[in-house]
């Protein structure tokens, strides 16, 4: 029984001492003042190479992500939509793990305009309805493999998925039958957004992909399901 407990102590060391270090590397950041848009805003970036938006980093916005669990308010506890056509529907029996909008140019392309929104759901809580889109596969600018799923009917795009997490879907917030249930809480590949769309205030901002935080959200949304 001692060993036992002493293992749970280990283990509740190693994760503070991670979140400390996330602390102090948030905090480490320090905000630079640019003309333009972005000096109100707060873009994490992983460098500060040429020929893309200034780096700025917000510290206290970044902990509150880095802390915050996944929404369970009465909205968010059943998510239904599907395509234009109505021939694909879906349903989502979980609260979304990360909320998100990416600016990536394979977004702004599949998308047709400045991004995607999107939700990221656990995949054994979702199931289609009725039929199911067709899949097309690209590489990412990650360099991952990357799936995009369309009506084949009406051609709107419902889901995407990285073939190597299946245990993941992301899900396209214009196929929910009440958008309005959006809570975006971070925004990525800020480095390719055009700047002629404003962002939105309230999100976290990463110059490309999240440097941290959004693998943490998936480790502990998980890591609940597992307890309960």
Known sequence: MRGASDGQKGRR????????????????CETQAVEGREAA???????GSAGVKPELVIDRSLLTYLTSTPSVNG???????GCACEKVRYECTDVPIVQLMCHCRDCQRS????????IMM???????????PAFFETVAESGRLFRRGF??????????????RPHLLLLTVGSL???????????????RAPSWHPLHPST?????????????????YFARRTKS
């Open 13 to 28: 060391r190693k994760q503070a001492t991670r979140q400390q270090s996330l602390v102090q590397n948030a905090f480490r």
């Open 41 to 47: 805003l707060g873009v994490i970036g992983r460098d």
């Open 75 to 81: 909205k968010m506890k059943m998510l239904t939509g």
């Open 111 to 118: 998308s047709g305009t400045a991004f995607s929104a999107f």
């Open 122 to 132: 656990a995949s054994d809580r979702f199931r289609y309805l009725k039929s199911e």
């Open 151 to 164: 009506c084949n009917h009406c051609g709107s795009q419902i889901s995407a998925h990285w073939p190597t």
């Open 177 to 191: 039958d009440d958008p309005s249930k959006f809570e975006p809480s971070a925004e990525t590949w800020l480095a």
């Open 204 to 220: 976290v901002k990463f110059r490309e992909a999240p440097a941290e935080g959004v693998k943490e959200k998936i480790e502990a």
